[in-house]
């Protein structure tokens, strides 16, 4: 059996942040800025406090089965919900969606080279 990998994203909206928390979150706005954002097996997390206090944490995964990807999505959720909860963070909104890349459409150069191969 084959390993997949899963891409799973999970976002949330700040709530009820206090002063200092938005001031340190601005601090090291810079290491979570989405232009930086990567999928990783320990989460990566982005977000602009000064457009909207939203955040996005990104995770990558693996399975062997295609329902391995409910396991991934659990594993993702209970870690964004850590970080968040080991900080004193409140959050509210808090929604996942996840992507089997075995099962993501191939793009027009790997349709042409499994075309020509």
Avoid at 8 to 27: A, K, M, N
Avoid at 33 to 47: K, V, W
Wanted: zero cysteines.
């Amino acid at each position: 059996m084959s390993t997949r990998t899963f891409r799973i994203t999970v976002r949330g909206v700040f709530d009820g942040l206090t002063p200092e928390q938005q001031e340190e979150l601005r601090s090291r706005a810079a290491e979570h800025d989405i232009l930086f954002a990567a999928f990783t097996p320990e989460g990566h997390l982005s977000y602009d406090l000064s457009a909207r206090a939203v955040f996005t944490f990104r995770y990558q995964d693996t399975g062997e089965a295609e329902e391995d990807i409910l396991d991934a999505t659990e594993r993702a959720e209970r870690s964004a919900r850590a970080w968040l909860d080991e900080r004193g963070y409140g959050y509210k909104n808090l929604r996942s969606q996840a992507e089997d890349l075995s099962q993501a459409p191939l793009g027009k150069r790997q349709r042409r080279a499994a075309r020509d191969a």
